[in-house]
């Protein structure tokens, strides 16, 4: 087999993170990972701390940092305010196993921001979140189905696993997005419980984007046929506005699930929404509908800190739209770069960028949009990123799999500048070794 040189190269620049990761694949079955966006061939870097947009890694290589804790950091890494707030309290006790004045502040300023939330649960993810909301419809509903879109991620569980490995698949019903007929066809049997979908659009706020009118259709047809509609807005909630997306466009579900974000940089799950369906968890609930919540870390003080600092700071929408501005920039710089040496594809997004590498079918209305809307087209071209991913690992930046650059208000023009001379230096190297195509 021919030698590679790049990943020679890469591990000759990472011999700290070749050493932890040998260790690593004795005890974790994944290829040494924790999570599978964290396998690579040869193994991501091991880091050892982060501030504002960057991190480092146990050979001292920084890291221009675009996976932002999978999507939950949109006020960049040590963020100082829920630092401090996270330093006191950890003095003052992690968990009580009782309640505390700290959960109900941070559940009301959730509720200031999407009022909608008559009621707010917390969690320990947003799985748990989705997972709660199934149940709960379940018990309002007297139905046992739940109706999903094609490539919506809503976590690993049975219900909500996006392969069909572990699916309840006689409960579970998977159709396309953007096919409202198809929509109607499976929700006039008035078997399901649900509807869930992806705040913005599929993966990550919206690799492939919701077409709004599309969304807008739906509360008219989930109330005519009976069947509770979530949102989740596990990746969107408070990243793409203080109302999260369904304010962005105007829509209000029965349920919202959150995540991320809204813990400020712990583990956090939130569901809110209808009084009289999250009622279903009162004591005096009608016992067939009763749904009981447990969760050892439900609304523990520590994370509540770091989500009441967050959530603060999220009020304004200003570090939103400081993201989403840095997301505006690293478009139009990374398309340029594209464009400059020919090569098909663009970035798109909001404060999420998602790379598509493919032909150009149409022009978008803006560049918050892919440029086709063939759903296979978008989801293709994985080795290439995967190649990309380790060009920019190996130039000092972290991205996941070069399939996104997930913004936060801590990045700068700079880092995008630093990050775009990087892209393209990553670019030429894999045209000039062949493995990207430039008219593909
Ligand atoms: C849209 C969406 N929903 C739910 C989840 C699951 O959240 P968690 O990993 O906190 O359980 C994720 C995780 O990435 C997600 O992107």
């Known amino acids: ?15 700290g993170s070749q050493k932890l990761h ?10 040494g990972a924790t999570h599978g966006t964290r396998i690579l061939d040869p193994f991501r870097p091991y880091i050892t701390h982060a501030k504002g947009s960057r991190k480092r ?72 979140a989705n997972m709660m909301a199934i149940r709960l ?10 109706l999903r879109f094609v490539e919506n991620f809503h976590g690993w569980a049975d219900e909500v696993v996006l392969s069909t490995l572990g699916v309840v698949a006689d409960e579970v019903k998977v159709i396309p997005m953007h096919d409202l007929e198809r929509l109607e066809e499976e929700l006039t049997k008035k078997e399901y419980a649900i ?34 509609w979530l949102i989740d807005e596990v990746v969107t909630g408070f990243r793409d506005s203080p109302g999260g997306w369904q304010a962005t466009i105007g829509v209000t579900p029965d349920l919202t699930t959150l995540g991320k974000c809204v813990g400020g940089g712990l583990g956090v799950g939130a569901l809110g929404g209808r009084a009289d369906i999250l009622d279903m968890l009162r004591p005096k609930a009608p016992p067939q509908q009763f749904v009981y919540h447990s969760g050892t870390w439900n609304g523990n ?33 990374g398309n340029q770069a594209l464009k400059e040496r020919g090569i098909n594809g663009r970035l798109y997004g909001r404060s999420i960028v998602h790379l598509y590498l493919g032909p150009i079918d149409y022009e978008p209305s803006n560049d918050t949009l892919p440029p086709t809307k063939d ?19 190996q130039r000092g930046v972290a991205t996941m ?5 997930i913004l936060s208000a801590a990045h700068t023009e700079e880092d995008i500048d630093q990050t775009i001379k990087t892209f393209g230096d990553s670019l030429d190297a894999m045209i000039a070794e062949g493995t990207l195509n430039q008219a593909t």
């Open 1 to 15: 087999m021919a030698v590679d040189k790049l990943v020679e190269e890469y591990i000759r620049a990472h011999p």
């Open 22 to 31: 040998e260790r690593a694949v004795k005890v974790f079955a994944a290829n």
């Open 57 to 128: 890694d146990v050979d001292g290589n920084e890291y221009i940092d675009y996976v932002m804790s999978h999507g939950a950091l949109i006020l960049g890494h040590c963020q100082p305010t829920v630092v401090r707030a996270v330093q006191e309290q950890v003095a003052k006790g992690t968990h009580y196993g009782e309640n505390h004045e700290l959960e109900i502040e941070w559940a009301e300023l959730i509720k200031s921001m999407m009022p909608a939330m008559e009621r707010v649960e917390f969690f320990a993810c947003g799985q748990e």
């Open 137 to 146: 419809a379940r018990a309002f509903t007297g139905r046992r189905k739940v």
């Open 195 to 228: 509807l869930i979908l992806e705040g913005g659009g599929a993966h990550m706020g919206g690799q492939i984007p919701w077409d709004a009118d599309f969304v807008r259709a739906l509360p008219g047809l989930t109330q005519e046929y009976g069947t509770v």
């Open 301 to 333: 003080p520590l994370l509540c800190s770091a989500g009441i600092a967050a959530c603060k700071l999220y009020l304004n929408g200003e570090p939103q739209k400081r993201a989403n501005q840095l997301g505006a920039y690293l478009r139009k710089r």
């Open 375 to 393: 759903v296979s087209k978008l989801m293709a071209g994985t080795p290439t990123k995967t190649r990309l991913c380790l060009h920019l690992l």
């Open 401 to 405: 799999g070069a399939r996104m650059f």
